[in-house]
């Protein structure tokens, strides 16, 4: 398959951790991307890679990878994390393709 | 500081034509692609296209194929993607992004919102 697959919400208790989700065969040979996008603003890259965070992204936001599911965690989350969260990696033409995004409510 | 600019809102009707752009800075344009992601209204991300403005070569997503046009002039740092006939269902927003040396996608434009409606 070349999809991705998110669960459409997950929330969590504030300053508790949170694993968000990702699922898809390309992922056995690809690292997955993770945007943050709050309402009514650009994506904004948080995690790229094995783990790697772009700059002024705080360290709170780790990524890791197992078989074909990757996870975004966030460990301590905040008020400002509530946010969709989109994971992207490629198809099997190795084209770039989106997950279907996962809505974070912090409580 | 790096950025992607893009133009304005646009209103169209069915069946016009229209032309996005989307601005680079503070960066060599011709070193990184740019990709377009359409938005629709309260909907997720999906990636359309992208481009290499060192040369031009484009690579569609199969569902975009056909539909739209994406095109780069590296003289004035500027990509752009074209439609020549508008549906209703092409309203929606639209961003450019900067790739990374693989698929991630590290600087975003902020977005142009695209209406399309008789």
């Known amino acids: 398959s070349s999809e991705l697959t998110q669960d459409p919400a997950v929330s969590v208790a504030l300053g508790q951790t949170v694993r968000i989700t990702c699922q898809g065969d390309?992922?056995?040979?690809?690292?997955a991307s993770w945007y943050q996008q709050k309402p009514g603003q650009a994506p904004v890259l948080v995690i790229y890679?094995?783990?790697n965070r772009p700059s002024g992204i705080p360290d709170r936001f780790s990524g890791s990878s197992s078989g074909n599911t990757a996870s975004l965690t966030i460990t301590g989350a905040q008020a400002e994390d509530e946010a969709d969260y989109y994971c992207?990696?490629?198809?099997?033409?190795?084209?770039?393709?989106f997950g279907g995004g996962t809505k974070l409510t912090v409580l | 500081e790096v950025q992607l600019v893009q133009s304005g809102a646009e209103v169209k009707k069915p069946g016009e034509s229209l032309r996005i752009s989307c601005k680079g800075s503070?960066?060599?344009?011709?070193?990184?692609?740019i990709s377009w992601v359409r938005q629709m209204p309260g909907k997720g991300l999906e990636w359309m296209g992208r481009?290499?403005?060192?040369?031009?070569?484009?690579n569609y997503s199969p569902s975009f194929q056909g539909h739209v046009t994406i095109s780069a002039d590296k003289s004035i740092s500027t990509a752009y993607l074209q439609w020549s006939s508008l549906k209703a269902s092409d309203t929606a927003m639209y961003y450019c992004?900067?790739?990374?040396?693989?698929?991630?996608?590290?600087?975003w434009g902020q977005g142009t919102l695209v209406t399309v409606s008789s």
């Open positions: 992004a900067r790739h990374m040396a693989d698929t991630a996608m590290v600087t």
């Open positions: 503070g960066y060599s344009f011709t070193s990184y692609w």
């Open positions: 481009i290499d403005p060192s040369d031009s070569y484009t």
């Open positions: 390309s992922l056995r040979s690809y690292y």
């Open positions: 890679g094995k783990n």
């Open positions: 992207n990696s490629r198809d099997s033409s190795g084209n770039p393709i």
